[in-house]
């Protein structure tokens, strides 16, 4: 790109024409953002340590009744919430494609011997297996990835001050009706979808719009075959 691709970039710009997201699996980019999410002045990247402890507790006593399961965390940065989790008995499997991140949520799982396991991978395409009793992605980062249309896209042009170079990345959100994601949901097999106000539970502090979507997926019916093993629609 070019200082005059800015001066004459489309207007309105079109939702992920012009790239995917912010560069999070960018190795310099992610040690940068790794500071932003440990940061305990803003919630920009994580939610601050002392919001986490709230949503955490929520989600292990209110989502999981308190008691273990293995949690999957998709985008799960620097494993704020699996880290938390696992402390609470909750053993979790992190997905997130930074590197940063993921070598921070490793360093932290090892420094503290917790049942978490991390793999640096595109949550598009990871193999995460089965078995887990509940599946995350949060902050919003549902709304990021690429559907059908937008309504919010921002981009972001770094210049090099010294050679004028120009690199352009872009971002759009999707909003979703209550009854688009009921009926997402509905088409991959869950039901009982329950929207919360916040990640703190029903009484808890609202953020910036954020809103919980919380649905539950039966195991599926299993039964036995001719050689006596059991089998489930899942497999
Ligand atoms: C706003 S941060 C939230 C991190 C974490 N969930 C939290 O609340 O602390 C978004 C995270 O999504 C990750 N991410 C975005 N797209 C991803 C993808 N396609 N595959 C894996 N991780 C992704 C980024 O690397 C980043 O860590």
Not at 38 to 65: F, K, P, T
Not at 119 to 127: G, K, M, S, T
Not at 169 to 186: F, P
Request: glycine share 8%.
């Amino acid at each position: 790109m070019k200082l005059r691709d800015i001066v004459e970039r489309r207007q309105p710009p079109e939702p992920w024409a012009e790239g995917e997201k912010i560069p999070w699996s960018d190795p310099a980019f992610s040690a940068r953002m790794l500071r932003e999410h440990l940061s305990q002045e803003h919630d920009a990247a994580s939610r601050r340590y002392n919001v986490i402890d709230r949503q955490v507790a929520w989600i292990h006593r209110a989502l999981l009744g308190g008691r273990p399961t293995r949690v999957l965390d998709l985008a799960c940065g620097p494993g704020l919430y699996c880290s938390r989790l696992a402390r609470l008995g909750q053993p979790c499997v992190g997905v997130d494609y930074g590197p940063a991140s993921v070598a921070y949520a490793r360093a932290e799982a090892e420094r503290e011997g917790l049942t978490c396991t991390y793999r640096q991978d595109d949550i598009r395409q990871a193999e995460y297996g089965i078995g887990y009793g509940l599946v995350m992605l949060l902050y919003g980062e549902f709304n990021v990835f690429r559907p059908a249309e937008a309504r919010n896209i921002v981009r972001y042009y770094v210049v090099d001050a010294e050679s004028g170079a120009v690199q352009r990345h872009a971002s759009a959100t999707q909003a979703y009706t209550d009854d688009q994601c009921r009926e997402m949901l509905a088409g991959c097999g869950f039901d009982e979808v329950a929207f919360v106000d916040s990640l703190e539970g029903p009484e808890g502090e609202a953020q910036q719009g954020l809103k919980v979507i919380a649905a539950h997926k039966r195991a599926p019916p299993t039964w036995e075959d001719a050689d006596g093993r059991v089998q489930d629609a899942g497999r």
